[in-house]
């Protein structure tokens, strides 16, 4: 009984301090790049957990103890390594540019409504890309305010000179 109840407490911290600390370290950046591959890793880590569950349950149903906790000691450091996988990918991971590419160089300005779909579905921060045309745009980027998206390029627009970089400059530091 002794054995249970300190599981339990255990348990009862890492499920309270894990969401706490992914949550911090999603806002942590570190100026590091992992190889590219890391993704399709832990991916399959995932997938080799929800594999070896299904065998530890049907491991206990059979009544093979042993097995079973060989199992579920398995999954959870699989888990772990996912985990840590996950976490060090995003913190050394850059920004997502999402772009219309049917607006891209075309000034009709940006997709706001879908950069904003997608900032709100992604764990990742966002620029907004394609078809910024005039100040209005980097305005109307600004109303957003959503602290997932972190930028806009501007890149036709300023160059055929509808967008001039003082005023640029100006509206950013407002």
Partial sequence: MESKNKYSIWIKIVSVAIPVV?????????????PIFLPPIYSSLNAIT????????IAIKSKKIKLHQRLMQTCIALSLAFLLM??????????T?????NRDGMKTSPNFDET???????????????GVSSMNDIKKAKELNNKKIEGIIVGKAIYDGDIKLDELVKEISA
């Fill in 116 to 130: 904003v779909k997608i900032a709100e579905l992604s764990n990742c921060p966002v620029v907004i890309s394609g």
């Fill in 86 to 95: 996950y976490i060090a990918y995003h913190m050394t991971s850059n920004s």
């Fill in 50 to 57: 929800a594999v070896l569950l299904v065998l530890a349950l």
């Fill in 22 to 34: 992914v949550a911090i370290l999603f806002g942590v950046r570190v100026d590091y790049e992992l």
């Fill in 97 to 101: 540019i999402f772009g219309d590419i």
